[in-house]
Every structure is written in structure tokens, then in C-alpha cells.
């Protein structure tokens, strides 16, 4: 079994930053994918991006490249969705997940394991 705790969301103006973490125990990693999805009110749960456990590849969706980022400490098990220049359309429910594999990263129904997620609220 595989659990992910999601910590660090919260209120922050347009144009501010924050930094959420995704704890994950259970196993270890190696060929699992870590995928970050956000949810706003009304709409489906939209995949933002990926890092691959071993090597650390990262993937994005192209509404955040450039202002997101993703990063995983290995001797911690935890990842990190890093987000700068925050825009009230981020506003959204984040969640990580995990998925054995590296195929297919974007599509959320992959993913096997999900954290409970964390609100973040952008205001304008």
C-alpha cells in the first residue's frame, strides 16, 4: 500500500508563490511516477505535471510550464509541486498521486494512489 500526505496549501495573492509537499510511504519508489492534478469547483480533475521517481524527469502541462515546478527528495520519499506567479484561475484542490510506471503520465485514471489534497486559494 502506498500513502500520500499533502500538505502546504493556502490563501496567497495573484503574483505570490507557494510550495506543497506530497509525503509518500508505503514502499519504495523506483518505477513509480508522481503525478500532481488540481481540481477547481465544477471541473474535472486536470493533471498539471509529473516527475519520474527514478532519474527525475519532469513533465508539464502547458498552462503551468515556466511557473511550476516539481521536484522529489528521495532520502525524504516526498515531492515538491513548487508555484510561482500564483493566478486566481490556480485556485483549485491540488493532489499528488502515484502510479507504477512511466507511461501515460498525464492521464489521471493510471494513477492508483492519491493523497487527500490541499486547497489553495488565489485571490486577485
Known amino acids: 500500500q502506498v500513502y500520500l500526505v499533502e500538505s502546504g496549501g493556502g490563501l496567497v495573492q495573484a503574483g505570490g508563490s507557494l510550495r506543497l509537499s506530497c509525503a509518500a510511504s508505503g514502499r519504495t519508489f523506483g518505477s513509480y511516477s508522481m503525478g500532481w492534478f488540481r481540481q477547481a469547483p465544477g471541473k474535472e480533475r486536470e493533471f498539471i505535471g509529473a516527475?519520474?521517481?527514478?532519474?527525475?524527469?519532469?513533465y508539464y502541462t502547458d498552462s503551468v510550464k515556466g511557473r511550476f515546478t516539481i521536484s522529489r527528495d528521495i532520502d525524504e520519499s516526498t515531492v515538491y509541486l513548487q508555484m510561482n506567479s500564483l493566478r486566481p484561475e490556480d485556485t483549485a484542490v491540488y493532489y499528488c498521486a502515484a502510479k507504477d510506471g512511466i507511461a501515460n503520465m498525464s492521464d489521471r485514471r493510471g494513477y492508483g494512489y492519491w493523497g487527500q489534497g490541499t486547497q489553495v486559494t488565489v485571490s486577485s
Open positions: 516527475i519520474r521517481w527514478s532519474g527525475g524527469n519532469t
